[in-house]
Structure formats: structure tokens, C-alpha cells
């Protein structure tokens, strides 16, 4: 059975940084697509950042030039570091995996969830 868990989330002061990761296990080989994707309450999952096995990631523009992912694929594991952190980026984030061509910002590439972890920005 294939799991993804996170790991990493907490509260921190705005300009702060925090990093989360994701353990992937129970997959033969490695996910073709690996995401991160943040929700608040009373609205749907937003794209943060993708990235496949062998090429560039994909980010929110909202992000860029703040948060950089990455992933280790021997070990199966994927990071987003988050640097100078807002108020807005407040929200519960969710680690997702996929296999399709394409690694996209949008929900539905993705047929796996981990149960996500908070992160909390004051300002």
C-alpha cells in the first residue's frame, strides 16, 4: 500500500523559514510526480510546487523565489524548503503523488495524500 507521510510543520514569524518533508513508502520504484499542495479551511487544495523524477519543478507564482523543493528519489523522499514566510502562507500542507507525463499543479494528477501537516505564520 502506498503511503506518503509529512513532517516538519509548526509556527514561525513572519520572514521566518520552515522546511517540511515526505516519506513515500510501499512504492515499487519511485512516483513520477511528486507535489506539495496547502489548503485552509472552507477552500480546495492549492498547488505549491511539483517535481518529477529527472527534471525542473513547478511552482505558484505566490511562491517563487521563496520556497525551492526538492527530491530524493533513492530514498523516496521529497522536501519543500520555505523561506521568508508570510501570514498568507498559512495553511495545512499536503504531500501528493502521481504518475502521469506531466507533473502539474492541479489536483487531479494526483492519486495519493498524506494527511498533511500545519503550518502557522505570524505576523
Known amino acids: 500500500q502506498v503511503r506518503l507521510l509529512e513532517s516538519g510543520g509548526g509556527s514561525v514569524q513572519a520572514g521566518g523559514s520552515l522546511s517540511l518533508s515526505c516519506a513515500a513508502s510501499g512504492y515499487y520504484g519511485n512516483p513520477a510526480c511528486m507535489a506539495w499542495f496547502l489548503q485552509v479551511p472552507g477552500k480546495g487544495r492549492e498547488g505549491v510546487a511539483a517535481i518529477a523524477r529527472y527534471s525542473s519543478p513547478t511552482y505558484a507564482e505566490s511562491v517563487k523565489g521563496r520556497f525551492t523543493v526538492s527530491r530524493e528519489n533513492d530514498l523516496n523522499r521529497m522536501s519543500l524548503q520555505m523561506n521568508t514566510l508570510k501570514p498568507a502562507d498559512t495553511a495545512m500542507y499536503f504531500c501528493?503523488?502521481?504518475?502521469?507525463?506531466?507533473?502539474?499543479?492541479?489536483?487531479?494528477?494526483?492519486?495519493?495524500w498524506g494527511q498533511g501537516t500545519q503550518v502557522t505564520v505570524s505576523s
Open positions: 501528493a503523488s502521481g504518475d502521469r507525463a506531466i507533473c502539474t499543479l492541479q489536483t487531479d494528477a494526483y492519486n495519493t
